[in-house]
């Protein structure tokens, strides 16, 4: 009975992991708009160093400085769109000349 119940209990403590991380994610707001994104961000950004420092100096490693990073998803976020709506735009445009190009190609072969 024991080995039927592993399985269920594995499955059980992944499913409960992942509902938690979903509900941490959903409740901070990274699933909502660009705007609470930057502001969840911007919290990370003042929470995450003084708990590594604190983890730092009670395990007493030493860490290279922190990177300064300059982002701003809603720029990244608006670009990204952006870029993949031009790359649908163009798309039909490109296929019919990439044809074009392999039909003159296999054209010139045969002759």
Not at 1 to 22: E, R, S
Not at 23 to 31: H, W
């Given at each position: ?23 941490v ?23 995450i ?19 300064k ?43």
């Amino acid at each position: 009975m024991a080995a039927n119940l592993f399985p269920v209990l594995k499955l059980a403590t992944k499913v409960t992991i992942a509902g938690g991380a979903l509900y941490v994610t959903y409740d901070s707001g990274l699933l909502g708009g660009s705007e609470q994104g930057s502001e969840v961000l911007g919290k990370a950004k003042a929470a995450i160093p003084p708990a590594v420092d604190e983890w730092v100096k009670y395990f007493g490693f030493k860490l290279p400085a922190f990177p300064k990073i300059g982002f701003s998803p809603i720029e990244a976020w608006n670009s990204g769109v952006q870029s993949s709506i031009s790359a649908l735009s163009s798309g039909p445009t490109a296929l019919g000349g990439y044809t074009n190009q392999g039909l003159q190609y296999l054209k010139d072969l045969t002759k």
